[in-house]
């Protein structure tokens, strides 16, 4: 089992940033891949960024591909999802996510753990 609690939304304005944070307790942290997915009203659930393992591999969605930077630290159980250049389009409730499994995966169904998610709201 892990519990993962969010933290680090907000309220910003287009072009500001932000930096999320995904606090984990229980298992082995470094035993599992990280995601962020987010969820926008009446939308669903979306792929965001992922991290592997030991942070040698990450994966970006196009839409926040250099914009959000995924990183880790596996010392203290914690994963990050810094996000500049804010847009109103990602404008959501952010969750992180922990997979277990071996192949790092975009997919929600492959994730066994969710956060409760935080809000972001970007205003334009």
């Known amino acids: 089992q892990v519990h993962l609690v969010e933290s680090g939304g907000g309220f910003v304005q287009a072009g500001g940033s932000l930096r999320l944070s995904c606090a984990a307790s229980g298992s082995v942290f470094s035993s599992h891949h990280m995601g962020w997915f987010r969820q926008g009203s009446g939308k669903e659930r979306e792929f965001v960024a992922v991290i592997s393992r030991s942070s040698v591999i990450t994966y970006y969605a196009d839409s926040v591909q250099d914009r959000f930077t995924i990183s880790r630290d596996n010392a203290n159980n914690t994963v990050y999802l810094r996000m500049n250049s804010l847009k109103p389009e990602d404008t959501g409730v952010y969750y992180c996510?922990?997979?277990?499994?071996?192949?790092?995966?975009?997919?929600?169904?492959?994730?066994?753990?969710w956060g409760q998610g935080t809000q972001v709201t970007v205003s334009s």
């Open positions: 996510a922990a997979d277990p499994k071996i192949v790092l995966s975009r997919s929600a169904e492959a994730y066994n753990y």
